[in-house]
Every structure is written in C-alpha cells, then in structure tokens.
C-alpha cells in the first residue's frame, strides 16, 4: 500500500447504513437493463445457453452487488453521483459508450471554451483566436493542427466531450450508446479520483473497490452467494467484480451453465486460445467419422445444410399416405415450396420442390395439408382426392378415446427405449421431403444453396444412418453418450412433456432425436470435455425432432432452437442440421471477460442446503408458475448424466422435482422460508441481502412479507425496475418488471401493536416519499431536467417503507408474525398480514400528492377528488394503464370509480372530462356528492358550452356548501381551477381554457 493511501480499516464501515437501502436511481437502472435484454445474442452469458430463460441483467446485478456494498452517507446527492459514476451512467462514461469519442477539430467549432489553450496543444500556436467556437472555414487556420494537452487529465477532457454529446432523455441516450460491459476496458477510467475520495479508498479498478469495501464492511473480500443461481448471471456478476462467489442450483443443467461463465466466458485468454484448439479438434473429430459414412454429400460437390422431414400418416377416409404440412412453403428468401404431386396407384404423393416460383404460387402455398379448427385450434389433416375434399381431425387419427377415470389416451405404439423412428405400421410415420444442399461459389466466397426433393440416393444414405444407429445404440446408450431417461411428465398447468406421449408415443428423451441427430450428438457426446458440454446443449437445443424450420423471408432454412417454445411440443415439420451446421455451435464463440482472481465454488441443491459463510446474498427465487426449469431441463439432462465429466460428476444430475420450489401455495412459502432462514444462518450479523422476484400482483407483497418475516429477516429497502421488452413495455397494464427486496437479519424480538402500527407506518412512508422527491429535487440540479424517481417508484418505496416496519416487529397484537405469516391462507380470506400490508399500501398512494396542488389543500380533499386529480395528474402525463386507477381507486378509497371512467381498457383507460360527466355524479350517492372538484367541473362543463360566466359563477356558489360562509372553501375552487387549467393543458384544451376563465372568474368575485 502506498504510504498515502487512506487507511483501510477492517469492519469501519460493518453498521454503516447500504446505499440499496437508502437509494436506486431505478429509472436509468430501467433503461440499462431494457438495453441489455434487448441485446439478446450480444449478451455476455447467452451464447453458452440461449435456452435458458429469464436471465437477470448483468447491469442489475452489478447495481445490487455494488449498492450493498458502498454506505449511504449523510450526502445522497453525492453517493448517487458516485454510484452513476461506478455503474458508468455518469455524463463523462457516455463520452466512451458514445459510438464516437469527438475530434478536437469538432469541440472547437461547436463549443464554447474560455481559453483554448488551457485543453489544447495548437500548431501552429498563436493563429486560432484565444476562445472557441473557431470558425475552421477561415482559410487562415487551414494548416492549424489541434490535440489534447498530454497533462489533461482523462477526466477533464471527458467533461468536455460530454459538453458536445446531445441533450436527450437516459433513455434515449442508453438508447444510442453501447451498454458499460461493452466498453469496460476504458469506460472509468476517469472515475477513480472522485470515487476514492468520497469513500476513503484507494482504489483503481473494481476488484480493489470491492475488496477495500469488503474489508471495511465485512473484514474481508466479500462473499456473495447466489444459492438460485440459474443461468449464472449473479455470480459471474459477482466475479467480475471481485467478490469471492458461492452458485448452486438444484438443477444440474443451471450449474453447468454458471460453471460456463465462470470458467469460459470468465477464463483467462490463455484458457480460451486452449479452449478454442480443443473444440476445433473435437469438431475435426466428429466431422471425419460423420464423413466416412458418406451421408452427407450428393456426389456431385454438394454438400447438405439442412434435412427437413415431415410426418406422415394415412388419411382413414381415402387409405391415402399423406405428408403432414401445415404450409408447404419451404423458404420465402429463395421462394422454395413443395408440390404435392398425386401417385393414385400408390395412394401416397411424391414431394416435388420448386424453387424461384411466382408470387401468387407462394401464396397458394401458405395452406398445406393441415388445417386449423378456428374455434378450439384443433389440426385437421385435409387433401384432395377426385376433386374431394377429405378432413379428418389429427385426434381422430390418433384414436384419442377418454378413459374411465376421465384421461384421455389414444391408439399410437409407445415407442421403446431403443426406437429412433417410427416402425412400418405406426399411425404416424415420418417422411424425409427436402434437403437443403450448400456448395463453395465457383467464383468469390460464400456458397450457393438449393433445395431440391429426395432421391432414391438421398433415400440409401438415410438408410445407412439408420443402421449405424440402430447398431451402436444400445452400447452408446450403456456408455452415456445417448440417452435413455424415461420423459416425465410436468404438473398442472402445463404438463409440460405431455405431448410428446400423447402426440407421437415418444417416452424416452432420445425420441426427441432422429438418426442424423442422435449420430452427430452421439459423436460429440463421446468426446466433449466439460466445456465441450455446453456446445452439445446448444446444438441440441437447436437440431432435433423439435426444431422449427425458419421459412421467413430472411430464414432461408436455417432451424430454430426448441426452446425457442417453452411448451416442447411436438411438431408436424422439423429441420434437422447436417453436422458441419450443427457443429458449428460446439465452436468457441463466447464472449471474454477474464476474471479478476476471486474464488468461487458451484454446488448443485437445494437452497436451504447452504453450508458456507457469506456476507451477501443476491437471489432472484422461483416465484409463481413462470418458467419450469426442472421440468424442461430434463431434455438436456438426459443427455449429460451418466457420465459428467470431473468438473461436473459432484453435481446430482437429476431434476429432483419434489425439491424444486414452484407455484405459489403453502408449499412454495414454506421451502422459501427453510431457503432464506438458511442464508440467514450463513450471514453475519451486519449481512445484507437482495431478493428479487417478479411483479405480478399485490398479493406478492403479503406472501413476500410472510417469506421474510417468517425467515427471521427483515426488509430494509424495495425497489422496482422494469426490465422486461418493448412489446411487454408497450402493454401497459401488463408490464412486468423485477421487484428487489433488501433484507437484513431481524435484530430482537420487538412488539408492537396494531394501532401503534398505523402512526409508525404512515411517518416512515411519508419519511420515504418526502426524502426521494427532495432527491428528485436535487437530481434535476445536478444532471439534466429529469426525475431520478417517478411515482411509481415512490409508490414502491412506499411499499418499502410498510414492509420496512412491518417486519421489525416479531410479535403484532400478541402475534407472532413468524408463524402468522405461513400460516396456512384459506381461500378468499383476508389475512392479518394481508391487511397490514394494504393498509400500508395505501398510506403510500395518498402520499403521493399531485404536483401542482399545496400539501394543505390536498389534506381538505376527499377520496374522490384525489383520484379524480391523481389519475388526470398521470394522464396528462401519457399514463392510461387500467392497474393504476384500480391501485389509486384503492388507495383513496373510492368505492365505485367506474363512474369517473370514460374508458377501462386495459392500457388506454381515462377519466371522464368536465363535459363528459355532464350533470352526473352530482347526487347523493356519489363520491363527488357535493365537492369543491364536483363545483368546478361542473362550472367548466357549463364554460365549454358557452353558457354565461356569471350564470356560471352563480351555479357555482350554489353547488359548492358554505361558499359565503367560509372563504377557504372560494380558495379552493380556484386552487382546484389553476390545477386543472395546467393538466388539460394538451389533453382536453378547451375544458383547460374555461378553466383558466373560471380561475379569473372565481379570483375576481366580489363577496360582500
Ligand atoms: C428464476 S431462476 C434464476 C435465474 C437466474 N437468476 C438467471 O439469471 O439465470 C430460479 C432458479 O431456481 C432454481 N430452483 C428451484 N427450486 C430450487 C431449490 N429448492 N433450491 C435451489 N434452486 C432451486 C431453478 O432451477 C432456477 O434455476
């Protein structure tokens, strides 16, 4: 350490407050996190498994990790500005992520600068004016050349830079820059300086930080564990870093995968150049077995890129052989179709493809041999036959019948563990139609493609596949190079599995694979190296009896992954990858971050089985029905388990069901509290935890409460980001984003009682509400005229903010919450926790006062009126989602706010205008009944419509009670008139006016 240095002082900082748990600058944190979804192929971590779904953004992960780590001083203005600097959101970052850094040239002649020579060295000197904007069309200053002064430092110039980048919204500008991890070699650079000096370290990379936070906090590099670890994404996070980082998962596939990114997308460059050396060996390997069979050229210098097979079944009304098709389109790029050509003798059709046919041709082939029931979207097949038409529904074909017990069940053969295809006699037969073939341009790069029927050869070397199969399966399935795992089916709702029985009789995973398939993943299975494993997932993700063939117009046969579709069903045509294009996913084409030297230890299990200590712990659980992984995973299982490589041989390579935490039911809470009581147990007093989960509905709030109260932790902070994709963004009402809960261990065993309750409640939200609007304050100060926080954030903390004293107290009313919180819900009650939860929810929306309209005067309003101002407040604002009006309906308690809706669409809901409500809601049995907003509105209605302004002043005196006798109640309506003037600015300009009218109307009365 340098003698300079401030002193790193081991657990310093160990009761210091977590920035998470004070601020989250959400909006931006939003706008990176989108960016990074929107990535999709260029995200770090998917090309090591683009099936797995539901990845938390890299750039989330990293704000939570760092949030719990920096303290949150008595300066937030100035820990958020550090916090942006570190998450690269900061002006001078942009300067980097910005696709151009700016010429000197350019910075001359667009800015303003005092003294040029201050930033630049000129040469010639003395001919450019002292100050800039420079005119460089002057001919004098032709041969001037300008750069950078060596001696300025990377964050001087930035702050210049920044000066020429444009003035847009975060959004947009995250929108044209690159994301931070893309830009890490230089992106803080400039940060250093500032950072060290607002938090006493002395630091000059990010493992320094986080090991000198470490120490201050824990007393060592800090520990992360991720015990839901999925696809990797926290703990690689957690690496990059400079945490020391402890995965597991109870799937095996979900560690692999974690294992991946460590040690791949992690690895030092000289792993990666060994890596890639040993893929193109393996790859070599597979190719020349594969070629020695002969099964994948023409003869003539063609090689194959794609077989596409079809089912195949005999239509019982004619005794016809049909090819199932449901478009006979094989590629709209090189508009490819095939022809069904007629064999009455055979009773069956041969498959012409015809390549370059017309636009109407096309057309005429979107309607294949499979129909679609428009009601209940059941398949037909249908074809012609004598000028006939013949339909027969595929269930039918089948022979589905219903059981006694009620189950359905059908007439197909269950296929048997060493099946590959079906047998001469099944229902259901499978058809080569077309292969793709590719061959080197005989000038230039590149290749030239066709797609051309099958030939009798085509035909001989299929057979030849076949054999080779049929004569090493049971001793590759011995050695664990194919599978032979029985398909179980899932759960309700989905059964995911269940069509792969019910639709083809297949009962093994290797059924989901034909004879190429099972040869070219056979081969690599033989020889893959733990890293090698997950290019083998990939490729069969991506070439098996489950994978789409892509006819798009920019498709051009390529196949799609079968986990493109989470439901794994069977389909009528697939494309199956000839190897040399299945084995390019084996290659090596991940992405580089080498690590900084952590350590980390992946483990497969339940969570509640965490045996480590750990300072952190960022998870984000299963919650609800949203993605099964142990169900589906059990396709690449069955190809991984019986003989893992060293690396992987200590994990359980089995989904292990009964183990996985899943719905929403008592079962679901009570694993999840046995999991997080036990990370819990493996933390430090001053431990800090992330929980993140999906928002789905408020019920969410009361189970989650539930979880951590009965865990023994308690929340400190929540936060909402949206971080799902513009087509969710854009459906308002369903958007979904990821809610973070930080936790702490719950000190003591406080009590409390209800009633005492409500007071600290509505203090704490209030505290909450207050202190991120002043921080929104100070934010427009300090960056451009945005909001850091928005209403629904403040609502959040809001919710925070209940939660936050919620869980303090082990015993409420003589309770305890422990064992109230996962006592079992019976349907349709309310419980305890549940009501507490509400009642803090709305404490928090009635914070949330309008902009525009003074704290006291908000204090006078009724429920009705509130709704009716806050709702216009968000619509003036574009917001019309359905959710918020029922939220904020709740909140101020408005029994019936239908009355007030001119619209309920999901997302394009409103409120009713002055005129709209016309004479309505004005009677007794209204919310509004005899409100000031009523008065007001009802004297804009009579504005609009032209009526007289006295006549109109004087209705209003009548319709609003006491206006003589109490002078406030006159302030008011032209508070309430003022505030409407503003909002309907640009939503209903003519009501805006008459209010503005109404406002000089009020104002200018003469009482007395
Ligand atoms: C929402 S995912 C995590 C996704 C991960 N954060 C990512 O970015 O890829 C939840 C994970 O929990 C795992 N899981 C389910 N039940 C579990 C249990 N009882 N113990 C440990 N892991 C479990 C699932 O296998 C799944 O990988």
Known sequence: MNETNPKIVPFALRDAPALIERLLPVQKLSAEAYKEQMAVHGKTLTALGSYWKGRKPLILNKACILGCLLPATDDPARDLEVFEKLMAMDDESFVVRWKRRGKPREILAELSIGRIDAYFAVDPPGILPVSAPVDWSNPAYAKVKVAWRADLSEMERRRIEARLLPDLPYRDCVDQARRPEEVMDSVHDHIWGPVNAHLGTHAGSFPELVEQLGILRFGHRPRVADTFCGSGQIPFEAARLGCDVYASDLNPVACMLTWGALNIVGGSPESREQLAREQQALVQRVQEQIDALGVETDGNGWRAKVFLYCVETTCPQTGWSVPLLPSRIISKGYRVIAELVPDPVNKRYDIEIRTDVTERELKAAESGTIGRDSKYDEAYLIHRVGGESYKTKISTLRGDYLRPDGSTDNRLRMWERQDFYPRPGDLIQERLYCIQWMRPKRRGRGYDYEFRGVTREDLERERIVESFVAEHIAAWQEKGWLPDMRIEVGGPPRYQGLDLLKARGWTHWQHAFNARQLLTAGLVSEFADAAARLGLTQLLNMSCRLSRVDNSPKGAGATKGAFDN?????????????SR????GIEDSYKSFPLPSVTWCIRSGPAAQLH?????????????????????????????????????????????????????????????????????????????????????????????????????????????????TESALREGSYVKG?????????????????????????????????????????????????????DADIQMAGYAAALRVLTRYAVIDGKDMAAEAIRPRVKGETTFVDGLIAFAVDTANQCLVPKGIPRAIWGRLTGAERFYLKMLELEARGAHALDNYQNFAKAFKVQDFHAM????????????????????????????????????LYALMELAKNL????????????????????????????????LAGQLKTLRPEEASAARVLRELVLNQRTG
């Open 566 to 578: 989470q439901a794994l069903n069977t389909l009528f045509t697939y494309g199956c990858r000839a």
């Open 581 to 584: 294009y299945s084995l390019s």
């Open 612 to 724: 480590q200590n750990v300072d952190l712990a960022i998870t984000d659980p299963p919650y609800g029905d949203a993605v099964k992984y142990e169900e589906i995973l059990d396709f690449f299982i069955a190809w991984l388990r019986k003989n893992p490589p060293p690396e992987f041989a200590d994990w359980t390579w089995d989904s292990r069901r009964s183990l996985a935490i899943q719905g929403e039911g008592e079962d679901f809470r009570r694993q999840m509290v046995a999991a997080y009581k036990r990370m819990g147990e493996c933390m430090p007093d001053n431990g800090i935890q992330v929980v993140m989960f999906t928002h789905q509905s408020g019920s969410i709030w009361a189970d989650m409460a539930g979880i951590v109260w009965a865990s023994g932790l308690q929340v400190t902070a929540a936060w909402y980001v949206a971080t799902e």
């Open 738 to 790: 990821t809610v973070l809960l930080v936790l702490r261990k719950r000190a003591g065993q406080h009590k409390t009682t209800r009633d005492d309750l409500a007071w600290e409640l509505q203090e704490e939200v209030d505290a909450q509400v207050q202190a991120l609007t002043g921080l929104n304050q100070q934010a427009r100060g300090l960056y451009r005229d945005e909001n850091v926080f928005e």
């Open 901 to 936: 809706m001119a619209s309920r669409t999901a997302n394009d809901a409103r409120l009713k205008g002055a005129v709209e409500l016309g004479r309505a809601e004005m009677g007794e049995g209204s919310g509004m009944y005899q409100s000031v907003l009523r008065a007001v």
């Open 948 to 979: 007289d302004g006295d006549e109109v002043l004087r209705h209003l005196t009548l319709n609003i009670p006491d206006w003589y006798g109490d002078a406030t109640q006159r302030d008011l309506a032209s508070e309430l008139a003022g505030y």
